[in-house]
């Protein structure tokens, strides 16, 4: 009985004082995860709405984010941000200002080659005689007639020079009326072209073109060749690209536009000739097409909802295409049309979005018009947002928030000592200060433990000898 007595209190000594000194002198590191803070805690981080820190993820728009109201386009020119409010419902419009009607009605044409020259006749669709009162304009190339009175059909003459009459050769004809038609104020415009019929059996030039940011591409190609070496010459409003001694039956040369006051839908006249060897024969060939100038114009509104961004192509008749418009400032926010055929596209920018400072507003159009001409054009415009305009969020400033910006937690109550806790030392430790000094150095705890065991040792074998003694 005594032998177990002894070994029990030999064991207790051994679980109690070496456990104790083990565990109760190991510093706490000082990268513990004991005093890390919570990601909501760390500074910069949005603890009500983390979405909105999360760069590179711009805002989806949904259809109640589409712009209702149009923005009247602003043709050749990047305007700053119209900050300015719509007119009233109820406001009615200035009748000084109102434009010519375009009505219902438009013109008719049609041309008839001569000799030396061309007729061109012009009228007005289901109009009788002294109906139409006005001024008649007709344009080729340089040349411009003007034509008065109250019939709405007229008709002029233009004599051209020979080196016009060649084959292949593009005459364009604009045609316009200003006037009153039925008592009403009218402005119509009808355009054509005419082109000098190639000769039988002559192998002439396959033009075609594209308009791009850099200006019209012009391709141009050899039909029924498939060796050629000479020189092409592109010549556009004046101005020639020439490429001299290559060899190809196709060609192309990029011919620009864009700081020479062309207005977007204005037509341009570009010929092409050739002149070397095709198929081991001297050739030489001339051709014209006649290009349309369009330009992408951009414009931006600063509204309750928003920013509203407009894009349109100016100058086209058709087209068919897609649209990419762009509000790049502290975050990239894009919207896409999809395929489309309206020359105009439009996209709401959401307000909660948008913080005071600097904007680029990009307009992007790739597709074709009229005739499957294709179309790559883009525009931008710079504006600056404050923060008193109507479309800009400004970010709260509070306590709450600057104690975050700061990496402090607000106090909540979470931190209160429960009842359960050390009275000692509940509410008398901040979190993330060192512990009180509440045991012993580790070598220490182990020294006494040991001490303790070989005692408790000593004492078991000296009784279990002494009692068989």
């Known amino acids: 009985m005594k032998k177990l007595i002894l070994s029990a209190l030999a064991l207790i000594l051994m679980l109690t004082l070496t456990p104790a000194g083990l565990i109760q002198a190991a510093p706490i590191p000082a990268d513990s995860s004991a005093n ?18 999360r760069e590179g993820s711009p805002a989806k728009e949904g259809p109640a984010d589409q712009v209702t109201t149009p923005v009247l386009p602003n043709p ?47 009228s007005i669709r289901e109009i009788t005689n002294g109906d139409a009162d006005g001024t008649w304009t007709f344009q080729m190339g340089s040349e411009t007639i003007i034509r008065k009175g109250k019939s709405p059909q007229q008709q002029v003459e233009f004599k051209l020079p020979k080196s016009e009459l060649k084959a292949g050769t593009v005459h364009l004809i604009d045609v316009r009326f200003e006037g009153n038609i039925q008592g009403n104020a009218y402005s119509l415009h009808a355009e054509d072209e005419y082109r000098v019929p190639d000769l039988p059996g002559a192998d002439n030039l396959d033009l075609s073109y594209g308009v791009y ?29 020439t490429l001299k001694n290559v060899t190809g039956v196709r060609q192309k040369a990029t011919l620009g536009l ?32 006649a290009v349309r100038f369009v330009n992408v114009d951009v414009t931006a509104s600063c509204t309750e909802k928003g920013v509203a961004v407009q894009g349109e192509l100016l100058g086209a008749k058709h087209t068919n295409g897609n649209w990419t ?25 959401s307000k909660k979005t948008i913080t005071p400072g600097e904007y680029i507003v990009h307009a992007d159009y790739q597709g074709t018009m009229d005739n499957g001409v ?19 969020t400004v970010p709260d ?23 359960g806790k050390d009275k000692e030392t509940s509410g008398k430790i901040k979190n993330g200060e060192k512990l009180p000094e509440t045991s012993v150095r580790y070598p220490t705890g182990m020294l006494t433990g040991g001490v303790l065991t070989f005692i408790g040792l000593t004492v078991f074998a000296t009784r279990r000898k002494f009692n068989k003694n």
């Open 397 to 419: 400033t509070d306590e709450g928030e600057e104690d975050r910006d700061k990496g402090e937690k607000p106090d909540d109550g979470k931190d209160a000592p429960s009842p």
């Open 325 to 349: 418009l762009i509000l790049d400032g502290e975050k990239q926010q894009r919207e896409e049309s999809g395929t489309t055929e309206s020359p105009i596209h439009r996209a709401l920018f």
């Open 76 to 122: 050749g020119k990047t305007p700053p941000m119209d900050k300015t409010k719509p007119p009233a419902k109820d406001q009615k419009p200035d009748p000084k200002k109102e434009t010519p009607s375009q009505g219902t009605f438009d013109i008719a044409l049609e041309h008839e080659p001569t000799e030396d020259g061309l007729i061109v006749k012009a």
């Open 36 to 53: 890390e803070q919570h990601p909501s805690e760390k500074e910069g981080v949005n603890t009500e709405n983390p979405q909105q820190e």
């Open 374 to 392: 294709p179309v790559r054009l883009y525009n931008v415009a710079n504006n600056n947002l404050k923060a008193d305009d109507p479309c800009v």
């Open 258 to 289: 864009r700081d020479e006051g062309a207005q977007p839908g204005q037509r341009f006249k570009v010929r092409v000739t050739f002149n070397g060897k095709s198929e081991g024969k001297k050739f030489r060939a001339s051709n014209d097409i």
């Open 213 to 241: 940011h850099e200006g019209f591409v012009v391709n141009a190609a050899l039909p029924n060749a498939e060796r050629a070496k000479g020189t092409w010459t592109f010549t556009l409003n004046g101005h020639t690209e």
